[in-house]
């Protein structure tokens, strides 16, 4: 993470947006016999999926929304190394969100089509949003965000609300969605992650050494120790869709630039730099907290130890968006997302293909997320996934339902904006497996 985005965070944390200080948590989970434990509880549920009878002829097209190339100044990847991680963590289709620059336009610069059977989007995050264009356009031209959103929808193109925890106006129109987790944002409710690498007391060493031992030797579930259902923006996609409907994607905010290095530098001291190279501070041999990484031989520029928290095949192998298509082209993905026909899962636990949150009158599809339905006599709304899971239905954002199983069934008596939650069972705790976009009971 840059030191730009450690700044956002901590004036997010002063600011009270976001609230929670999960970092307690996070250290437990990251104890060695937590994340071996963890692997094997993984591991067995795996055995357990069975195939969704789904009934319909969609493909669940597993999507990574929210991830930056070398075009971003805070990224330096390349077109086959996001190749690559999306092979390793079955992912379909990459939307790009490159910042922009002056030397190259990223709209419409950024990789896109299909290579080796992944689909690229180019993209843009700016002014809070994600931005998808056909044509290019000059993001910086309108006065307000209201504005901004009006010129991409006239152009035919897609908008999402990015990071929410640091938006203060949410009364916006004509957003194709926004964010319902982001990974960034679950980093930040986790400040002390931050605050051991380069540390200050005996226990801040002591943490280091967890975060160091725990991402060398489980790097997946290492990183998936930091998620938790995101609260705040759970809150504000429930407000929103009670206005108009919205499609609700997982942020995994892929950028492969998050860890440190350390380097030999002159007199005997250590250089402590993000992965991009920034300094982030210079020790003295002696506060090294990594027995026998200082050796005596090195040179100045000499790399003693690096360790890396999110490669591209993690952060996008954590969390993903599952659109409902017909065929991975871009007309019938784009078609699908923007009709809400998706759900977000965090399938680092589990495969959750064939997941389908459905209206049904008298025992008759009527609706799929994404979609209206009457409120009628003998309407109910049903969840059917691979595994068991707890099942947690929601109106208006509040919750109205439980069940634990395969399948679940609600009738349903009133009309509001209904989504489901999918839990699971890890190592003691419920962990976040799926989270379904809404369907709107009218």
């Not at 599809?365 to 339905?373: K, L, N, R, Y």
């Not at 489901?420 to 419920?430: H, N, P, W």
Request: hydrophobic share 40%.
């Amino acid at each position: 993470m840059t030191r730009f985005a450690l700044a956002v965070a901590a004036l997010v944390l002063v600011c009270g947006v976001v609230t929670a200080d999960h970092t307690d948590t996070v250290f437990e989970r990251l104890q060695l016999g937590k994340l071996t434990a963890l692997r094997e509880e993984v591991k067995d549920l795996a055995e357990t999926l069975t195939p969704v009878e789904t009934g319909d002829q969609y493909k669940d097209l597993r999507a990574v929304i929210h991830s930056h190339s070398y075009l971003s100044h805070d990224s330096r990847g390349t077109l086959e190394e996001m190749v690559a991680a999306a092979h390793a963590s079955g992912t379909d289709v990459v939307m790009l969100t490159d910042h922009r620059s002056q030397e190259q336009d990223v709209l419409t610069e950024g990789f896109s089509g299909m290579h080796d059977g992944v689909l690229f989007f180019p993209g843009s995050e700016a002014r809070g949003l994600l931005i998808y264009t056909p044509t290019s356009i000059d993001i910086d031209a309108p006065t307000t965000l209201q504005d901004l959103i009006d010129l991409v929808e006239s152009k035919g193109g897609t908008t999402f609300l990015s990071h929410i925890e640091g938006h203060q106006d949410f009364d916006l129109t004509g957003v194709t969605g926004m964010e319902i987790y982001n990974l960034h944002a679950a980093a930040y409710e986790a400040p002390g992650i931050f605050q051991v690498i380069t540390p200050r007391s005996a226990q801040d060493v002591a943490r280091l050494m967890i975060l160091v031992q725990a991402f060398q030797t489980y790097p997946r579930e290492a990183l998936a120790a930091i998620a938790f259902r995101p609260d705040l923006y759970l809150r504000r996609f429930d407000e929103m869709t009670q206005k108009y409907p919205l499609t609700g994607v997982a942020a995994p905010d892929s950028h492969s630039n998050t860890g440190i290095v350390l380097k030999a530098a002159e007199d005997g001291k250590v250089r402590v730099e993000e992965l991009l190279g920034d300094e982030i501070a210079v020790l003295d041999a002696a506060a090294v907290p990594f027995p026998g990484v200082v050796r005596p031989d090195a040179q100045p520029g000499d790399v003693l130890f690096k360790l890396q928290l999110d490669p591209y095949d993690a952060s996008m192998g954590h969390v993903g968006t599952f659109v409902l298509a017909k065929d991975l082209t871009p007309q019938e993905f784009l078609a699908g997302l923007r009709a809400g026909r998706c759900y977000v899962a965090f399938d680092w636990i589990a495969n959750p293909e064939g997941f389908r949150f459905t209206a049904v009158k008298d025992d008759r599809p009527v609706a799929i997320m994404g979609q209206e339905t009457a409120c009628a006599p003998g309407l109910a709304l049903e969840a059917a996934l691979p595994a068991e899971a707890v099942v947690r239905l929601y109106r208006n954002g509040e919750q109205c339902g439980e069940i634990t199983g395969r399948r679940a069934t609600w009738p349903i008596s009133q009309p509001g904006v209904y989504r489901v939650e999918a839990y699971v069972q890890l190592v003691g705790e419920l962990r976040p497996w799926i989270l379904s976009n809404p369907i709107y009971v009218r």
